[in-house]
């Protein structure tokens, strides 16, 4: 008799605790809080929306790397031209400064080596005289002038330089035998002005022409004015 009370008893407790367990699962499961339907539509909605603000942050970062490297590119390929440019312009001063160091060597060569020979004619009426003088007197001949100038013309070269292809004031710059003042005035009667006593004379017979008609109205002028 004992033996089916304790059996009855413990079948009793069982499903006591069986129904005490499910009450207090209904319990549970009717104070857990359900998400409404709109809020769990929102949170799907940012989670798309943030998706694509990343996909479009990352197309602006690639679009920025691309800028990146074009410009890169074009300010590479314009370095390479403007380095080639300037090699070029310094390809040219080297060439020139070259062209005129050998030119100044030349110059200097021709006037330690002396004056550059005449090869024109001279006619019997000027043989006479010789050197720088002679040429004078066939240039002058050769401008239209008659032989009775040439004593004016010397006369006025004898004084100002002597005849002297080289000579030089060195207080006003005047140079050679008509004393050109400046000097390179005489480039325009030819380039070897300083060393080619008959491109200095061909200058001067035409400044004589120009501004005194004939070299005895040159010399006219000097003896009055001290210069001419």
């Not at 006619?123 to 720088?132: F, K, L």
């Not at 050769?142 to 207080?171: M, Q, T, V």
């Amino acid at each position: 008799m004992n033996r089916l009370w304790s059996r009855v008893g413990v079948r009793v407790v069982s499903v006591g605790v069986l129904v005490a367990g499910l009450v207090a699962g209904i319990y549970l499961g009717q104070d857990e809080p359900v998400e409404p339907a709109g809020v769990a539509l929102a949170n799907a909605t940012q989670a798309n929306l943030d998706i694509q603000l990343l996909k479009q942050h990352e197309a602006q970062h690639a679009a920025a790397r691309a800028w990146k490297r074009e410009a890169e590119g074009a300010a590479a390929a314009k370095a390479a031209t403007a380095a080639k440019a300037a090699a070029g312009r310094a390809h040219k001063l080297e060439t020139k400064v070259a062209e005129q160091k050998k030119a100044e060597k030349e110059r200097k060569k021709q006037e330690a080596s002396g004056p550059v020979p005449y090869t024109g004619p001279v006619p019997a009426s000027c043989n006479e005289y010789s050197g720088s003088r002679e040429i004078g007197c066939a240039l002058m001949l050769d401008k239209g002038f008659p032989i009775a100038e040439f004593p004016c013309l010397d006369k006025l070269w004898k004084h100002e330089s002597g005849w002297n292809y080289k000579a030089e004031n060195r207080s006003s710059g005047a140079y050679g035998i008509p004393q050109a003042l400046p000097g390179k005035k005489m480039a325009s009667a030819g380039a070897d002005w300083k060393t080619n006593p008959a491109t200095q004379i061909k200058w001067g017979l035409g400044y004589v022409k120009g501004r005194y008609d004939t070299p005895c109205g040159a010399w006219s002028f000097f003896q009055n004015n001290g210069h001419y």
